[in-house]
Nanobody, 126 residues
Framework: QVQLVQSGGGLVQAGGSLRLSCAVSGRSFSDYAMGWFRQAPGKERESVAAINWSAGAIYYADSVKGRFTISRGNAKNTVYLQMNSLRPEDTAVYYC???????????????????WGQGTQVTVSS
């Protein structure tokens, strides 16, 4: 059984930074493409970023490009989302996701990801 355990998040002022972490247990971490989705109140879930098994392919949503960085440490079975220059519109619950393939498909779809973390609240105040 694969488990994704998220940490990080919280409350930050606009312009600030936060880092989310997601530790993966179960099968070999390097067998998975990883990603992040988010969902704000009253809005649909949206993709944020994705990274393939080798970090050779990375995707960012236009809304976060240049501000967020996804990375993975295969030795630590962990994926990270570094969020800089945060804006109030980044406020959402963020979910770590894993796909049972080494690569991800564009455009990102929630249905393509097999495992989900518990969700972490990120709140950006203006």
């Amino acid at each position: 059984q694969v488990q994704l355990v998220q940490s990080g998040g919280g409350l930050v002022q606009a312009g600030g930074s936060l880092r989310l972490s997601c530790a993966v247990s179960g099968r070999s971490f390097s067998d998975y493409a990883m990603g992040w989705f988010r969902q704000a109140p009253g809005k649909e879930r949206e993709s944020v970023a994705a990274i393939n098994w080798s970090a050779g392919a990375i995707y960012y949503a236009d809304s976060v490009k240049g501000r967020f960085t996804i990375s993975r440490g295969n030795a630590k079975n962990t994926v990270y989302l570094q969020m800089n220059s945060l804006r109030p519109e980044d406020t959402a619950v963020y979910y770590c996701v894993a796909r049972s393939f080494r690569d991800f498909i564009r455009p990102l779809s929630p249905e393509e990801f097999d495992y989900w973390g518990q969700g972490t609240q990120v709140t950006v105040s203006s």
